[in-house]
């Protein structure tokens, strides 16, 4: 059974950082495109960042500022969230893809964790 979980989220002031990891388990996904997206009150989920081997995406909005990377190791994807605005305040997801190729629409990942709830005060 595939199991994504996030972690690391929290209260942070409008200039700071977060890191947060996604720990997958059930099976690797070294070959999968993975991807954070984030949910604000009211707003439709979006894509944040995601990434393949040996590639990376980002949105407008976040691009300069995080960095999506992983640690095959310990099967966990990590999202560094650096120069937090409060715009970013959102629950943040992480979602796998049964393909290499990734896409921004949240509906074609295959696998999501619960979230984890990341609120920037300004």
């Known amino acids: 059974q595939v199991q994504l979980v996030e972690s690391g989220g929290g209260l942070v002031q409008a200039g700071g950082s977060l890191r947060l990891s996604c720990a997958a388990s059930?099976?690797?996904?070294?070959?999968?495109?993975i991807s954070w997206f984030r949910q604000a009150p009211g707003k439709e989920r979006e894509f944040v960042a995601a990434?393949?081997?040996?590639?990376?995406y980002y949105a407008d909005s976040v691009k300069g500022r995080f960095t999506i990377y992983r640690d095959n190791a310990k099967n966990t994807v990590y999202l560094q969230m650096n120069s937090l605005k409060s715009e970013d305040t959102a629950v943040y997801y992480c979602?796998?893809?049964?393909?290499?190729?990734?896409?921004?629409?949240?509906?074609?990942?295959?696998?999501w964790g619960q979230g984890t709830q990341v609120t920037v005060s300004s």
């Open positions: 059930g099976r690797t996904f070294s070959r999968n495109a």
């Open positions: 979602a796998v893809r049964n393909s290499i190729v990734p896409v921004r629409s949240p509906g074609e990942y295959d696998y």
């Open positions: 990434m393949i081997p040996a590639s990376s």
